[in-house]
C-alpha cells in the first residue's frame, strides 16, 4: 500500500494492529487506547512505534511519550470532523512531535493543504486512488494569512 | 509566509482597503480550486456530501428554485467598481437583482451551478469572493455600517474587522468546526451591529487608564435558541485580538458538541460548560499563544492606513440651501430626517438608502439600481457604499448641500422611501418563495405590511419600531430580536405565524416574548396592525414602542390581538 509522504509517493511499511490483534514484527500502530494499557509490552518491540488518534482522543495524554514514538495516525472517520486538525497542530506546535503526523481515512483530498499547514507530513486515504489528487491538491495555495505550523 | 504590507494605495477617493499581491493570489488560487471541485463534482469524482462540504465555503447553497450564491462584502464595504461588477454579474448570471442579508451580503438567487466558477473569477477581478460564506466555518466579520463616520465612536473598527478577515480566511486549522462561527465588531458606543447575538462580540473599549482595547464577548446567537452574548473578557489589549480569537476557537474546535447540529453552536458550549469555567479554558490555551502571535503597532497602523479619511471639505457646513430646501419641500424634510444621520464632520450626513419600497421584496436590489448607486457614489460620497445589517445601504459621507440632489435621484430610483428605523424598514428572509428551510413565506407578509402601513404620517408618527420576519425557526432575518417578531411556522401543512414582541439586538439586547398561539396567515397584517394601534393609544409621551412593551409587557397587546379573532 502507498501513501503521501513529504510530497512524494512512498511504500507504507507500517502496520495497524487492531486492539485484540497480535503485535507481530516490523513497525506497528496502536490505538491510543492500546498504548495506554500495553506501554512496557510495547516499549520491548523491536521495530518503530506508532499510535493512532481519533477525533475524541485528548492528544495531551500522549505529550510526554512523544520521543517514544515515530508515527502519530490522525484517523478520519469522517472528513467534517475538524478536531484533528487542532490535535495534529497540539502535536506538532504544542508538544513538538518530530516524527511522521499521518491523516489515514476519510479525509478528503481537498483538505491536504489546510492539513499540511497544521503539521500533517503523511497521507494515507482510504482509496489509493486518491493519491495524484493529494499530490496536486497539496500545492492549491502559495500564500496565506496564517503561520504554518510545519515551516 | 508572512504578510507583506504594501501601503494603501493611493486612490483619488477610495478609503477601503485594498488588496496586496497575496490576497489577490489566494482569491485566484481559491477560483481555481473552486472550479476543479465543480468539474470533478459534474464528473462524478466527488460524492454529494464532499462537494456539499466544499460548495457551502464558496457561497454556494443548493436552493427550491437554483443554486444560491453568497458573496462576501466584507463589514459592509462595497467600492462602485464592485458594485458595478455586481451589476454585471446579477444581468449575465442571475434574473437581473441580487439580494442584501444580515450580515452585510450580497445573494444571488439563480445563478447555475456550472456557471458558479466564472462568477467566482469575474468577483476576483474587483476584489472580491465568496470564501466562507457558508459551511461550518468562520464566516464574513461584521460591523457598524457607520464606521469611522458616525458621532459615538470610540475608535473605527473597520482596521480590526479587516485584521480579522485576513485570520478567518482559509484558517487551516477551524474550516471544519461543529458548526458555523460568526464574529461582529463595534467601535461606537450604539451597537449597530448586533454584536450580543454573535458567536463572538468584539467592542472597542477604553479602560481606566483611557487606553483603547477589545471587550470580548461570547457565546451570542439567533437561530432555534436564541441567546444573548455574555462578557467574557472585559479588557483586551490590541496586540492580542488575534491570540485571543484563536484560543476561543481552538476550545470551541475540540470540545464544541458535533453529536447534534441544533447543539453544536458555541453558545451551547458556553451554557453546558459554564462561562467562567470555558472562560478559564480559554484564558489557559491563550497563555500558552499569545507570546507568539501579537500583531505589532506597524501592522496595525498599516492597516488603519487602509481606512483613513477621504478629503473632507472644510467649507461644507457653510452651505445655507439645504436648510431652504427642507423648507420648500416637506417630502426632502422628512427624508432627511429619517435617511440620514448625524456624522462627525460638520456640515456632512450619513445617508440610508431605503431599500424598503413597498412593492419590493426587503433588501432586493436590481442590477440598473446597482450601476445608478454606484454612479451617485462617486458624485456624492467618495466612491464607498456599505450594506447594513438590517438590509439597506448607506452613503456615509454625503455633504448636506448635496443631500437635496442626492435624495431627487434616489427618489426615481426607488430608493428614497422614507422608512429608515419605521415599521416598514422590516428585515426579512426569501422564505418559502426561495428557501428550502422555509416553513412559511415571508416575503408575501411584509408585503401586505406595507400595503397596511402605506399613511406615512401614520408610520413616522408610530417611529422606531423594529419589525424582524423569518420563514423558519432557523431565524436568518432575526425575529426573536425584532421589537415585533413575526416567524413562520408549519402546521400540518399550512403556514402560520409566531408573533413576539421586545427583541432588541442594540444596546439593551432582549429576546423577544411570545404573544400567544400562533396565527393564520391571514390575520397576522391585522395582528400587527392592532398591535401598533394598542401602542399609539396607550403610550406616554415620546415613549418609543419598544420602551412600551418594556413598560407595560405584552399583556395589553394579547388582549386586543386575541379580542379580535
Known amino acids: 500500500m502507498q501513501l503521501i509522504k513529504n510530497k512524494i509517493v512512498t511504500e507504507d511499511n507500517w502496520c495497524f494492529i487492531s486492539d485484540d490483534g497480535v503485535l507481530g514484527k516490523g513497525d506497528i500502530c496502536v490505538s491510543l487506547a492500546r498504548w495506554q494499557q500495553n506501554k512496557p509490552e510495547l516499549l520491548s518491540h523491536t521495530g518503530k512505534l506508532g499510535v493512532r488518534i481519533g477525533p475524541a482522543d485528548n492528544v495531551a495524554q500522549l505529550a510526554g511519550d512523544l520521543p517514544k514514538l515515530d508515527l502519530i495516525e490522525l484517523d478520519f472517520p469522517d472528513f467534517a470532523d475538524g478536531r484533528l486538525f487542532s490535535h495534529a497542530w497540539l502535536l506538532r506546535g504544542r508538544y513538538g512531535f518530530k516524527g511522521e503526523l499521518r491523516a489515514t481515512g476519510q479525509f478528503m483530498p481537498d483538505q491536504v493543504f489546510y492539513l499540511s499547514r497544521v503539521g500533517i507530513d503523511a497521507f494515507k486515504p482510504a482509496d489509493s486512488a486518491y493519491l495524484p489528487k493529494v499530490l496536486e491538491n497539496l500545492h492549491d495555495f502559495t500564500v496565506n494569512y496564517q503561520q504554518s505550523i510545519a515551516n | ?565
Open chain 2, 1 to 565: 509566509m508572512s504578510i507583506d504590507i504594501i501601503g494603501p494605495k493611493k486612490h483619488s477617493h477610495i478609503c477601503m482597503y485594498q488588496y496586496n499581491l497575496i490576497d489577490q493570489t489566494l482569491v485566484d488560487q481559491r477560483v481555481a480550486q473552486f472550479r476543479r471541485q465543480t468539474e470533478q463534482y459534474l464528473n462524478g469524482e466527488l460524492t454529494e456530501d464532499q462537494f456539499r462540504a466544499l460548495r457551502l465555503r464558496n457561497g454556494l447553497y443548493v436552493q427550491i428554485h437554483a443554486p444560491m450564491l453568497r458573496v462576501a462584502v466584507p463589514y459592509g464595504l462595497l467600492s462602485t467598481q464592485q458594485l458595478r461588477k455586481l451589476a454585471h454579474i446579477a444581468r449575465t448570471y442571475d434574473k437581473s437583482y441580487c439580494h442584501l442579508t444580515t450580515r452585510q451580503n450580497v445573494q444571488f438567487n439563480w445563478p447555475k451551478l456550472e456557471q458558479v466558477p466564472d462568477i467566482l473569477a469575474e468577483l476576483a477581478t474587483v476584489q472580491m469572493h465568496a470564501i466562507q460564506t457558508s459551511g461550518n466555518c468562520m464566516r464574513n466579520t461584521t460591523t457598524d455600517p457607520l464606521a469611522g463616520v458616525c458621532i459615538d465612536e470610540i475608535e473605527d473598527p473597520r482596521p480590526y474587522c479587516e485584521l480579522i478577515r485576513q485570520w478567518t480566511t482559509l484558517h487551516p486549522e477551524f474550516d471544519y468546526l461543529p458548526r458555523k462561527f460568526k464574529i461582529a465588531v463595534s467601535g461606537a458606543a450604539n451597537d449597530r451591529a448586533a454584536t450580543q447575538f454573535h458567536d463572538i462580540g468584539v467592542h472597542l473599549v477604553k479602560n481606566a487608564a483611557g487606553d483603547i482595547g477589545f471587550s470580548i464577548l461570547v457565546g451570542g446567537g439567533l437561530g432555534r435558541t436564541p441567546v444573548i452574548g455574555q462578557v467574557m473578557r472585559p479588557y483586551l489589549e490590541k496586540k492580542h485580538l488575534l491570540s485571543y480569537l484563536e484560543a476561543i476557537l481552538r476550545i470551541y474546535n475540540l470540545f464544541g458538541r458535533r453529536d447534534n447540529k441544533y447543539k453544536a453552536r458555541i453558545k451551547i458550549l458556553v451554557k453546558e460548560t459554564g462561562l467562567d469555567t470555558f472562560t478559564e479554558m480559554v484564558e489557559a490555551e491563550w497563555q500558552l499563544i499569545k507570546d507568539g502571535m501579537e500583531l505589532d503597532e506597524q501592522r496595525i497602523s498599516a492597516i488603519q492606513g487602509h481606512f483613513s479619511a477621504p478629503d473632507y471639505d472644510p467649507s461644507a457646513p457653510k452651505d445655507s440651501s439645504f436648510a431652504q430646501q427642507q423648507a420648500q419641500h416637506p417630502a426632502f424634510a422628512t427624508w432627511y430626517k429619517h435617511n440620514t444621520t448625524d456624522h462627525k464632520i460638520p456640515g456632512y450626513r450619513a445617508v440610508y438608502l431605503s431599500v424598503k419600497a413597498p412593492d419590493v421584496p426587503p433588501g432586493d436590489l436590481t442590477d440598473s439600481q446597482l450601476d445608478a448607486i454606484a454612479d451617485l457614489a462617486e458624485r456624492y460620497s467618495f466612491g464607498e457604499v456599505r450594506s447594513t445589517h438590517r438590509q439597506n445601504l448607506v452613503f456615509a459621507d454625503v455633504k448636506q448641500a448635496d443631500l437635496f440632489a442626492l435624495w431627487q435621484q434616489l427618489d426615481t430610483l426607488h430608493l428614497a422611501t422614507a422608512n429608515i428605523g419605521t415599521a416598514t424598514d422590516i428585515i426579512c428572509c426569501p422564505g418559502l418563495d426561495f428557501c428550502s428551510l422555509a416553513n412559511a413565506g415571508s416575503i408575501g407578509i411584509t408585503k401586505e405590511i406595507n400595503a397596511a402601513l402605506d399613511d406615512m404620517d401614520y408610520l413616522h408618527d408610530i417611529g422606531d419600531v423594529k419589525i424582524n420576519i423569518s420563514g423558519c425557526m432557523n431565524g436568518c432575518a432575526h425575529q426573536s430580536v425584532g421589537h415585533i417578531g413575526i416567524l413562520g411556522v408549519d402546521k400540518k401543512g399550512t403556514e402560520w405565524y409566531q408573533i413576539t414582541l421586545g427583541g432588541s439586538s442594540e444596546n439593551q439586547a432582549a429576546i423577544g416574548e411570545r404573544l400567544g398561539p400562533a396565527v393564520a396567515k391571514h390575520e397576522v397584517t391585522q395582528a400587527i396592525t392592532t398591535i401598533l394601534a394598542v401602542y399609539v393609544e396607550q403610550r406616554q409621551e415620546e415613549e418609543s414602542f419598544l420602551a412600551m412593551v418594556q413598560r407595560v409587557g405584552i399583556d395589553p397587546f394579547k388582549e386586543q390581538v386575541y379580542a379580535t379573532h
